[in-house]
């Protein structure tokens, strides 16, 4: 599996960006998919995340209710909405991918990775 992140850049506080994750290849059954950020001088951290057959969405509690994850099934796509952007926002964003039972909290159980995406945002 290819997954290819885009949809980074610099944005205003307060305003919104769109992160776009598109997947080629072939997903079998249980596979995970989920977005993680990586502030600069910090761990790489998850974000949100749902099995492909599923539709239960996971949050991290610090970006419920900001942050919505979603797919386009026809275009085999993978978004990240992030509303009300913040400063303390400005990461690289990764989407990945893995054979799982269930959503893994932790990067090290993925093993498919987009390039990553910066989103900086200014004061």
């Known amino acids: 599996v290819q997954l290819q992140a885009s949809g980074g850049g610099l944005v205003q506080a307060g305003g919104s960006r769109r992160l776009s994750c598109a997947v080629s290849?072939?997903?079998?059954?249980?596979?995970?998919m989920a977005w993680f950020r990586q502030p600069p001088g910090k761990e790489r951290e998850f974000v949100a995340g749902?099995?492909?057959?599923?539709?239960?969405?996971h949050y991290a509690d610090s970006v419920k209710g900001q942050f919505t994850m979603s797919r386009d099934n026809a275009k085999n796509t993978v978004y990240l909405q992030i509303d009300s952007l913040e400063p303390e926002d400005t990461a690289v964003y990764y989407c990945a991918g893995g054979q799982q039972l269930c959503v893994q909290f932790h990067h090290q159980f993925y093993t498919d990775w987009g390039q990553g995406t910066l989103v900086t945002v200014s004061s």
């Open positions: 749902f099995r492909w057959d599923s539709n239960y969405t």
């Open positions: 290849g072939r997903i079998g059954t249980n596979y995970i």
